[in-house]
T-cell receptor, first 117, second 112 residues
Framework: GAGVSQSPSNKVTEKGKDVELRCDPISGHTALYWYRQSLGQGLEFLIYFQGNSAPDKSGLPSDRFSAERTGGSVSTLTIQRTQQEDSAVYLC???????????????FGPGTRLTVT | GENVEQHPSTLSVQEGDSAVIKCTYSDSASNYFPWYKQELGKRPQLIIDIRSNVGEKKDQRIAVTLNKTAKHFSLHITETQPEDSAVYFCAAQGGGYQKVTFGIGTKLQVIP
């Protein structure tokens, strides 16, 4: 079936502009994660959605970052007033098929490469 | 919350040699330990995982061991090949609804 998709694949924006990044998880997956990965660096956790529970926002680096997940499916990560240090690849991942599923594997999307000029 | 430490951060081995990457975790409630491989310019993909009810799992040239008492787990790659060159991430997770926590990654270079 279809994997995790993200759009756009590349985004170039001017400093100070707002951007929206979209993630379409695998259908039926209850968990959705956003990560940020700078060049040559690790996976920086940003936010975690699990079903209808309140999201874990503990990784968001500032109040310029927010995310929502509508209807338990598509998620949008919004960065307001972008800064040059926001330049990175933003990865989305989804996992889990149900309450009793043992399928914890995270399936990553291809990422959105954000460049702030 | 959970804290996962991973080392080394970089590792170079000669082709055919073995590579070992080690991780420790802090939350004794964690019960799922996956390893992801990220090739240059690509997304991370699961290569092997282990649950807390077993101590070792093998899949061809890769194996993972888990010591629950010491709260550490390791990835072993035998007979390394150039295509094994990548960044490897370990992770730990509690029950199915708990957040996954990743290590910082290990850049493995296999020298032909």
């Amino acid at each position: 079936g279809a994997g995790v998709s993200q759009s756009p694949s590349n985004k170039v924006t001017e400093k100070g502009k707002d951007v929206e990044l979209r993630c379409d998880p695998i259908s039926g997956h209850t968990a959705l994660y956003w990560y940020r990965q700078s060049l040559g660096q690790g996976l920086e956790f940003l936010i975690y959605f699990q079903g209808n529970s309140a999201p874990d926002k503990s990784g968001l680096p500032s109040d310029r970052f927010s995310a929502e997940r509508t209807g338990g499916s598509v998620s949008t990560l919004t960065i307001q007033r972008t800064q040059q240090e926001d330049s990175a690849v933003y990865l989305c991942a989804s996992s889990g098929r149900g309450r009793h599923s043992l399928d914890y594997e995270q399936y990553f999307g291809p990422g959105t490469r954000l460049t702030v000029t | 919350g959970e804290n996962v430490e991973q080392h080394p951060s970089t590792l170079s081995v000669q082709e055919g040699d073995s590579a070992v990457i080690k991780c420790t975790y802090s939350d004794s409630a964690s019960n799922y330990f996956p390893w992801y491989k990220q090739e240059l310019g690509k997304r991370p993909q699961l290569i092997i995982d282990i649950r807390s009810n077993v101590g070792e799992k093998k899949d061809q040239r890769i194996a993972v061991t888990l010591n629950k008492t010491a709260k550490h787990f390791s990835l072993h790659i035998t007979e390394t090949q150039p295509e094994d060159s990548a960044v490897y991430f370990c992770a730990a997770q509690g029950g199915g609804y708990q957040k996954v926590t990743f290590g910082i990654g290990t850049k493995l270079q296999v020298i032909p």
